[in-house]
């Protein structure tokens, strides 16, 4: 089992991260292990690799790419149980942390695993397939209303409304249970002037991948957390392909930067909240020319930093 595909942003991570020889790195996401193999070339042999990811595909295609090699060691989790697992290993601070928060080629690519609309599969989406809930699930068992908050809060589509009144009204008649029959009815939703802006499920697809994962909720509860893992001057690079996670790790990184509360007018800081470090750059990383001509699925990334003090 093989990811073969260039990881996204992969110069700017390695630069970003300023990686030590000796220092401790934790790719919470590891997917095939792309970042991560980058990341091992450029430690000494004191250093060390912690990989971590909930979907067994992925830790299986690590494990036959770096897994052999003595300074690194892989865990089957989400990111989020990230203080556990270090804890676990009897780490108290890293040098970095690597999230890259996008649907891994693997992922899209296996049909049977159900995150793509280009393949006939059953509706799964499921990255961590311990999880008791599918996407079918979603489609099939949220109301109306519920479809539609998902559909316009985490795809930004402006069809919402008018998709999820089509699927409720389909599922009367019998459940939907595969992404061709969801393509079908999201296709029948959307004006037919409107389908030619790339393929009409694209949006929709997504927004039931980010409910049926909890990734936003993932993000937003952890990644302060994970700045606090870092010892002084470490840094977590984080990538994101939707602009509501962009959102998340700008307003993280602002406030652990500038926590102070008090109003503006107050002639000292009386709150007590302290900086934690800094943003890096004030503005995302994006990919480079080169990059999008070669890597299509670079197309709406953006890397954010921060480094602690």
């Known amino acids: 089992m093989e990811f073969k595909h260039r990881s996204v942003l992969l110069d700017e991570v390695i630069e970003g991260l300023d990686i030590k020889p000796d220092g401790i790195y934790v790719d919470g996401t590891l997917g095939g292990a792309g970042h991560s193999s980058v990341i091992l070339q450029n430690l000494g042999e004191n250093g060390m690799l912690i990989g971590i990811d909930q979907d067994e595909a992925a830790i ?15 865990v089957r989790s989400n990111y989020s149980n990230m203080p556990e697992v270090l804890q676990g290993l009897g780490i108290d601070k890293v040098s970095g942390i690597l999230l890259d928060l996008g649907v891994s080629s ?38 109306e209303q519920e479809l539609y908050r998902v559909i ?36 029948e939703s959307i004006p037919a002037k409107m389908r030619q802006n790339g393929h009409p ?31 002084s001057g470490g840094r977590i690079a984080v990538i994101t392909f939707h602009s509501l996670e962009d959102r998340i790790v700008k307003n993280i990184f602002r406030t652990a930067e500038s926590p102070c509360t008090c109003p503006p007018d107050f002639p000292v800081c009386v709150c007590g909240k302290v900086s934690k470090g800094r943003a890096v750059s004030r503005k995302p990383i994006l990919p480079s020319e080169e990059e999008l001509e070669v890597n299509s699925r670079s197309k709406s990334a953006k890397l954010r930093i921060f480094e602690r003090s």
């Open 201 to 231: 499920s694209k949006k929709t697809f997504q927004a039931i991948r980010i409910e049926c994962n909890h990734e936003l909720d993932v993000l937003k509860d952890t990644l302060d957390q994970m700045i606090d893992l870092l010892e």
């Open 152 to 187: 316009r809060d985490y795809g930004e589509e402006q069809f919402a409304k008018n998709i999820a009144k089509h699927i409720a009204a389909y599922r009367i008649g019998k459940r939907i249970e595969t992404t061709f029959e969801l393509n079908e009815i999201i296709k």
């Open 60 to 74: 299986e295609a690590a494990g036959s790419r770096i897994g052999s090699d003595p300074r690194v060691t892989i």
């Open 106 to 143: 693997h992922q899209l690519d296996e049909a049977s695993r159900g995150f793509s609309y280009r393949y006939d599969a059953p509706l799964d989406m499921r990255m961590d397939k311990r999880s008791s809930v599918t996407a079918g699930d979603i489609v099939n068992d949220y109301s």
